[in-house]
């Protein structure tokens, strides 16, 4: 039917699909980068989180608030540098029902800014509770004759090593809602390796589950990519590498940036030969940047000046260690 065909009983045409739209926001801003939203309540500076508290007490609900501020100011100083955000919801889980409500009003304000939001929740389950997880986070909820979208964040991070029937009712949601997945191949923490890399079959682990994802991608593709992407850490270049050629049609998120020791030299082989395929995230290397030594002319008062400094830091970085690859 061309780039027009028919979903869940409505007309959608491929531009709508998230992955066309993030790749749209890439090209956009020049900026394969997505800010981690994942705010301990140590990285918020001292005068936000007081005034929270003296507004609310030492309270659940004072340090919601706290990271409220916190992202919102970060948030206003970097929305036009950036195409996506990737919120971690441990981080506001830990603050119960309050930070689960300063999760959803950073998802809501984020989709204010035009930005596009990467749930990271790593959620995968099996049969109807992994069915709940996608309408919850990806999809709607049926309420009687309405139906009402949950976190309603843009993308979501998924955890397949419960099988495929862990992951299809996330990539089902996907495609009746023109959502996005990232899916977990390579992670980038150092014991990955124990389970990850194992081989079997003479091949490791994560070369098989990068085969699936591509394999779910070619039935789920925007124009040139699938909305069935992959997560593969910046700590491991040479499986990325690999993983590049195994998922040619997968975006590739890639945590493990800065912080966690990804060079952005190591970040070349993410990417495809057009400039796309990756988007590379960075945490508390942009949202704590005026901790670093490199922005502490900025100081705690103007923390979220040194964020957008960092940013435009990350993105010259990147786009140099491509430049210098090609």
Request: glycine share 10%; aromatic share 10%.
């Amino acid at each position: 039917m061309g780039k027009e065909f028919m979903q869940s009983e409505k007309l959608v045409t491929k531009e709508n699909i998230m992955i066309s739209q993030l790749i749209e926001k890439i090209k956009k801003t020049n900026a394969p980068i997505c800010v981690g939203l994942d705010p301990m309540l140590s990285y918020v500076p001292e005068h936000v989180v007081k005034k929270s508290l003296d507004a609310y007490g030492e309270t659940l609900e004072g340090a919601a608030d706290a990271i409220w501020q916190f992202n919102k100011e970060i948030i206003d100083h970097t929305f036009d540098l950036i195409p996506a955000v990737k919120p971690q919801i441990a981080m506001y889980e830990q603050f119960g029902i309050e930070g689960l409500i300063v999760y959803k009003k950073t998802v809501d304000y984020c989709h204010e800014k035009g930005l596009i939001v990467i749930g990271d929740a790593k959620r995968g389950d099996i049969g109807s509770t992994s069915a709940a997880y996608a309408a919850g986070h990806l999809g709607k909820v049926q309420v009687g004759s309405n139906a009402f979208s949950g976190f309603d964040v843009d993308m979501l991070t998924v955890n397949p090593y419960l099988g495929p029937d862990g992951a299809k009712p996330f990539v089902d949601v996907c495609s009746s809602d023109d959502k996005g997945l990232f899916v977990l191949v390579k992670t980038s923490n150092p014991s990955s390796g124990e389970f990850q890399d194992r081989i079997i079959d003479g091949r490791p682990l994560y070369e098989w589950v990068g085969e699936q994802v591509a394999a779910w991608g070619e039935e789920h593709m925007g124009d040139d990519y699938s909305y069935v992407g992959a997560v593969v850490g910046a700590t491991y270049p040479e499986m990325g590498k690999v993983l590049r050629k195994v998922m040619p049609k997968s975006y590739i998120l890639v945590p493990g940036y800065g912080a966690q020791g990804g060079k952005g030299k190591d970040l070349v082989h993410f990417f495809n030969e057009d400039g796309l395929g990756a988007i590379v995230n960075s945490s508390r290397g942009i949202i704590a940047a005026y901790k670093q030594e490199k922005y502490a002319e900025f100081g705690t008062e103007n923390f979220a000046d040194a964020s957008r400094a960092a940013v435009k830091d990350m993105v010259e970085h990147i786009s140099g260690a491509l430049a210098a690859a090609k």
